[in-house]
């Protein structure tokens, strides 16, 4: 009998669910051995007499040291420290019937199961989440055609262009060899080194110079395919594609500052940020978008299709929304889930197909050949979270951990003992055919002319930024060289810089204690030993283009404050109205109240009544939240007066740009900050949008509130000095 599309949807969302189908009710079950023994004592070892030495003959206890032994598998050799969830794809329509083939791209009555997992590149598996590095953006689609992977980055350039380069570029950003320092961080000799030597790396190094190395949350930020691929239609006619995710809570960051801290307070800070959404319904969301390109119009670009050191500007190919993702589930367990996922480019399906980049050639091969170290072997696929929902038929057999018992009396093909099955597909019955590209060419190691332009796109984006964006910019490279102790690494890298802006270069150069040698040529020193170095030299193609409001966060979406994280700093007595009616106006817009007071448990209010304390001022900051509220009340603000912790935090979220709400004589507490100097002392007339000093008898007062938290942060003040914090 042919299954019925709603059949089809209960089917997918069954199979989701027996991703985790070992996971069994725990009530009323007895321990065993993995052998199935029920254990009668998991508290001792078998001994000969209560005080003499253990039996070898105790296979209970060799059974668990031996599985705990070996516990620990092999962690990703990149983007190991990650964090991943369950949810659910939907396109929108079907506008991209006439350029894609794939049915879960243009099937609106499709729900698509997905897990998605999110990751720092650096960084060990147990480094902190927030240092300055690029995102991992992983999605496994599990559609009905077999597993879809778009293994993707929160920023829409890489570093490189030829994937032979990509050990390269990983040895210089892990731990230096010698002494394993420093740990998930590129401010170092190495990283710096293979930079100022390889100027293709400058665009991706822009980015991971700006703020968007500094995500405020996973689920603030964009993603991105990177390289142009194909969708490919029923005709077999294909069109060049990018591929991009754009959050619908707005593409956020965190300052400088406050991500070294953040990483001190809480290392787990975006795990839990994303784990704690999901588990109170706040289901993270993104749209998906094309950007798609006539296969005609390839080289009506100033830049190679091909080269993933480059983007299309937005404002020259649109991006197309098409649909959403919507992650709605936490993991069941970590290892299984998220640890165990094996992700891959090459995970296609009928409608998608490659282009030449040849950073994505050399990754078709390279995420294969890693599970087999990383998982133990060929049968990865097997693991519940890797399992495609697609039936899966074919001749391979046996390997190391196969959990399929294959019946019947052949593997092989052709064969006539199984009447010729599994049998292949035709096109027209889901059949993976790759797309027939004409390739008539020499075999060379080269890369084309059309990649050599390595500087006028990170002028792009320079010049898309805000002004604080790029104060921020200038920062984060006067910080990383800074960190760099070989004064020529320094020198080269101001040259590259020199070659983006000049003006930018000039910054850095000052902050550095150098000067900007004009003019400075940088080298590429990437090519053979016998090819000509004048044709790998760096060209600069004048952009079009001057700025691109899109690649600013600056222009992102604005005013929600669903999961925005706020502190209410309170002691003993505070006012009972001031803290109730702030929490409901900011509870009922989906914020999160964090109660923070001078010690745990509970305390009184002014009406004598318990409030529940989330966090001491021992164990929470400032830096863990978006905004900071003072409720009134006399006793309290005296008790907060004489808490220097209590006045840090006014001055720290002040300095992170973060809106701050006090009520009523909350002002006495501001009066004793570094704010209160800042301000000079006038804190009758606050121009400034994000401190608000009112009171909660004024309905503005909260709607002010939410207006100024939904704004994330206000960079003026960085104009004018610092609050030393
Ligand atoms: Fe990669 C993991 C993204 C280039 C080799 N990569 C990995 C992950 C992401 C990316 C998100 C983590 C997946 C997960 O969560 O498990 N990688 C990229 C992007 C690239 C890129 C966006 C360029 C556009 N990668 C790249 C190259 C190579 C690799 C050029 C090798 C030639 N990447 C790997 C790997 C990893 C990996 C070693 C480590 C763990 C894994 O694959 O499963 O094979």
């Known amino acids: 009998m042919k299954s019925t599309k709603s059949d089809k949807k209960q089917n997918n969302s069954q199979k989701l669910e027996d991703l985790s189908s070992n996971m069994e009710d725990s009530q009323n ?36 040291i031996t599985h705990f032994d070996h516990e620990r598998i092999p962690e990703r050799i990149v983007h190991a420290r990650g964090s991943g969830a369950h949810g659910v794809f939907k396109v929108y329509d079907d506008s991209l019937k006439k350029y894609t083939k794939a049915a879960f791209l243009i099937d609106p009555s499709r729900e698509t199961p997905v897990f998605t997992r999110f990751s720092t590149v ?48 990983v040895h210089a950003v892990k731990p230096e060899p010698h002494n394993e320092i420093p740990q998930a961080a590129s401010a170092h000799n190495t990283f710096w080194d293979f930079v100022s030597l390889s100027p293709e790396t400058m665009h991706n190094v822009m980015w991971l110079m700006s703020d968007r190395a500094i995500p405020r949350s996973l689920r603030m930020m964009e993603g991105f395919g990177i390289h142009t691929f194909r969708l490919i239609n029923d005709e077999g006619k294909a069109h060049f594609v990018k591929f991009h995710w754009k959050p619908l809570l707005g593409t956020h960051s965190v300052v400088w500052d406050e991500a070294q801290k953040v990483n001190g307070q809480d290392p787990d800070f975006h795990r839990r940020d994303l784990h704690e959404a999901i588990e109170g319904g706040a289901y993270p969301e993104w749209e998906f978008g094309v950007q798609i390109v006539a296969e005609e119009d390839e080289h009506k670009f100033d830049f190679d299709l091909l080269d993933p050191t480059k983007l299309i500007p937005e404002e020259i190919v649109p991006v197309q929304i098409i649909g959403k993702m919507t992650l709605n589930r936490n993991p069941d367990n970590f290892f299984a889930e998220t640890e165990q996922v094996a992700f891959h480019p090459g995970h296609l399906v009928p409608g998608i197909d490659f282009t030449n980049d040849p950073l994505l050639q050399g990754r078709l091969f390279s995420y294969t050949d890693t599970q087999l170290s990383r998982l133990g072997g060929p049968n990865f696929h097997e693991i519940p979270i890797n399992r495609p929902i697609a039936p899966i038929h074919n001749n391979q057999r046996d390997g190391i951990a196969r959990m399929e018992i294959n019946k019947g009396k052949t593997a092989y093909h052709p064969n006539s003992m199984s009447q010729g099955y599994p049998e292949q597909a035709k096109v027209s019955e889901g059949g993976f055919a790759s797309y027939q590209e004409r390739v008539d060419a020499n075999k060379v190691r080269a890369r084309s002319k059309s990649f050599m332009d390595f500087f006028s796109q990170p002028t792009l984006f320079y010049n898309s930024l805000s002004e604080p964006e790029q104060n921020h910019l200038v920062e984060a490279f006067c910080f990383e060289l800074g960190k760099v102790d070989i004064p020529e690494i320094r020198q080269r890298v101001v040259g590259l810089i020199s070659q983006v802006d000049k003006g930018l270069a000039q910054k850095v150069a000052d902050g550095l204690g150098l ?18 170095p004048d044709d790998y ?15 600013s966060m600056a222009n992102t979406i604005k005013g929600n404050i669903k999961t925005r994280q706020i502190a209410f700093l309170v002691a003993e007595g505070v006012d009972s109205k001031s803290l109730a009616d702030m929490k409901n106006a900011l509870e009922a817009e989906g914020a999160v109240v964090r109660v923070i007071a001078p010690h745990s448990g509970f305390i009184k209010d002014s009406a004598g009544k318990d409030v529940k304390v989330d966090h001491s001022f021992l164990t ?97 003040r960085e104009k004018q000095g610092k609050i030393p914090a």
């Not at 030299?537 to 690649?551: D, G, N």
Request: glycine share 6%; charged share 25%; with cysteine.
């Open 29 to 64: 079950q007895k321990m065993t051995t993995n052998q199935g023994l029920r254990i009668n004592d998991d508290n001792h070892s078998l001994k000969a007499g209560e005080r003499g030495a253990t039996l070898l003959e105790d296979f209970i206890l060799r059974e668990k």
């Open 122 to 169: 650096a960084g060990f598996r147990g480094s902190a989440d927030i240092p300055r590095d690029v995102r991992g953006f992983a999605v496994k689609f599990y559609t009905e055609e077999g597993n879809y992977d778009l293994v993707g980055n929160n920023m829409p350039v890489f570093f490189i262009q030829d994937a032979i380069k990509f050990p390269d570029l």
């Open 537 to 551: 030299q760096p060209i600069k193609v004048t952009q079009k283009l001057k700025s691109s409001p899109a690649l």
């Open 620 to 716: 929470f900051a400032s830096v863990l939240v978006d905004a900071i509220y003072v409720p009134a009340g006399d006793k309290s603000i005296d008790k907060l007066k004489n808490t220097p912790k209590a006045v840090h935090f006014i001055d720290e979220a002040f300095l992170h740009c973060k809106a701050i709400a006090v009520d009523g004589n909350a002002i006495e507490l501001v009066k004793i900050s570094y704010v209160a100097n800042y301000l000079n002392k006038n804190l009758d007339k606050v121009k400034d949008a994000g401190l608000l000093i009112g009171s909660i008898a004024d309905q503005n007062f909260s709607k002010n509130f939410i207006k100024a938290i939904g704004n994330h942060r206000f960079f003026e």
């Open 515 to 532: 000067q900007v040698k004009q003019p400075e040529q940088p080298i590429n020193h990437q090519f053979g030993a016998d090819a000509n």
